[in-house]
């Protein structure tokens, strides 16, 4: 389950910037395998192992990936800071009030340009991350189809974040002591129905669904042995298949919005390549996020999270104004180009509580890895096996390093790493000496 938004950060950020704050989605990556393997325990006494030519390349790339993700968020924080050091943001602000006098037409323009000079900055890293995952045969979406992810990106972020911006602009320049309160309080509808309409509105225009009972009904069929034991109201109806294969060689499935939106996504890769006890896994662990609420207990950490950090960032934006105005030429927030200093706050703030999000996230990953063991026990041979023998499929797939770095762990993982989830799912048999799990009794 990665969770598209940082812990605090990501919904503020987002709403500000447009970007998409709905994917508070939850996913389980898996791996690509041939259809109907049998399971096997890894010929290791490690839980979780790599061929050498794997696991070369697999350091190789998680070094990429780190370096490009650690990087582009310092990255983007130069950007910020360059615009308004060099004078950028105020000549920008100074051309929109040339172009027209309609003041809410200079601020839609103000700020759909800022999008866009972020997102062309952030262009040339994120290339980069693409053409690794290419040349490593994880993607295999060729670069026009990238290139129009990007731009369908893009597109959203300017029709949701330019207005928005301006709109949180205005509260600023008309409450200029409780701007924060304000931002604050609109922000939380505003999440709740970006994470509603997401799957509905948004991942539609980036990837193909289908029904899964109406392309394998046998397998849907099997998922409901899983509903049954553990209890969760996901109908046939709310189950769906992602044609990922389009787009990548990795195997993923995951839980998405909330209410009458929330459903349950498996990629056809997942289906295609995996056998049907570990796919019952792999559902267990959804269906664990939501029996335990995670996507709820998300968002109200977030919600209240979001409280101290905007608070937090307002009071940052209107030091660094009081600091480095002058130089500058930014008079105060309220100003378009002093806006600017809030977008900068936001983005050292969620890059400083990067690791915090990660670890509320690793702690529902586990969880819900519990509760899939659990879940399957009894409905397959062996849940440990059939837990340790996923795991090595997905570490296979997306070439997971065996022994990450502590801090690329701590810093960057949204789930705990594979070897410690295959660790743990070799040796979790609660039921060994008459004992009961920790979610079911059976």
């Known amino acids: 389950m990665i969770f598209a938004q940082r812990l605090v950060l990501a919904g503020a950020v987002a709403i500000l910037l447009g970007a998409n704050s709905a994917g508070l989605q939850s996913q389980s990556n898996s791996t690509p395998k041939p259809a ?10 490690e839980a979780y192992t790599l ?15 780190f370096g490009l993700d650690f990087g582009g968020s310092l990255w ?6 360059w615009l308004l050091a ?3 943001a105020t000549r920008l602000d100074a051309w929109t009030q040339k172009l027209t006098r309609r003041v809410w037409i200079q601020g839609l323009v103000f700020f759909a340009i800022l999008i866009v000079i972020l997102t062309v900055a952030g262009l040339p890293l994120d290339a980069v991350a693409h053409g690794a995952s290419r040349h490593y045969g994880i993607s295999v979406q060729g670069w026009g189809g990238w290139l129009g992810d990007q731009g369908k990106g893009l597109g959203v972020a300017l029709v949701l974040g330019a207005p928005l911006g301006l709109f949180f602009n205005w509260l600023v320049r008309v409450s200029p002591r409780r701007y924060w309160l304000w931002i604050w309080l609109i922000s939380l509808p505003l999440i709740l129905a970006s994470v509603f309409l997401a799957p509905l509105v948004l991942d539609p225009m980036f990837n193909k669904f289908e029904p899964l009972a109406k392309v394998n009904p046998t397998l849907a069929a099997k998922l409901e042995e899983v509903v049954a034991r553990t209890g969760v109201k996901i109908p046939e109806s709310r189950m769906f298949l992602m044609k990922a294969s389009e787009k990548t060689n990795g195997i993923n499935a995951y839980v998405t919005g909330i209410g009458s939106s929330k459903r349950f996504v498996m990629w056809d890769t997942t289906t295609d390549r995996m056998p049907d006890d570990e796919i019952m896994f792999i559902f267990g662990h959804e269906s664990g996020h939501y029996v ?22 307002a009071y940052f934006a209107e030091w660094l104004v009081r600091r480095f105005g002058e130089g500058w030429k930014v008079q105060g927030v309220a100003g ?17 509580l990067t690791p915090v999000g990660n670890a509320v996230s690793r702690h529902f990953e586990h969880e819900a890895d519990i509760y899939g063991q659990e879940a399957i026990h009894g409905l397959v041979p062996n849940p440990q096996i059939t837990a340790v023998s996923s795991f090595n499929h997905l570490g296979e797939a997306w070439l997971d390093d065996p022994n990450p770095n502590g801090f690329v762990e701590f810093w960057s993982y949204s789930h705990p790493s594979v070897e410690q989830r295959a660790e743990f799912a070799e040796h979790y048999d609660p039921w060994a000496n008459g004992g009961r799990g920790k979610f079911f009794e059976h």
């Not at 983007?76 to 800071?81: D, H, N, R, S, T």
């Not at 180009?337 to 890059?351: C, H, M």
């Open 36 to 45: 109907q393997v049998a399971h096997s325990q890894p010929h290791s006494e």
């Open 51 to 65: 061929p050498p030519g794997k696991l070369e390349q697999a350091i190789v790339l998680n070094r990429i990936t």
């Open 76 to 81: 983007a924080l130069v950007v910020l800071w």
């Open 86 to 88: 060099s004078g950028s």
């Open 292 to 313: 335990l609420n995670h996507i709820p207990k998300m968002l109200a950490m977030m919600m209240g999270g979001l409280f101290f950090v905007i608070w937090a960032c």
């Open 336 to 352: 378009r180009a002093g806006f600017v200093t809030l977008f900068l706050a936001f983005s050292i703030a969620g890059f400083v």
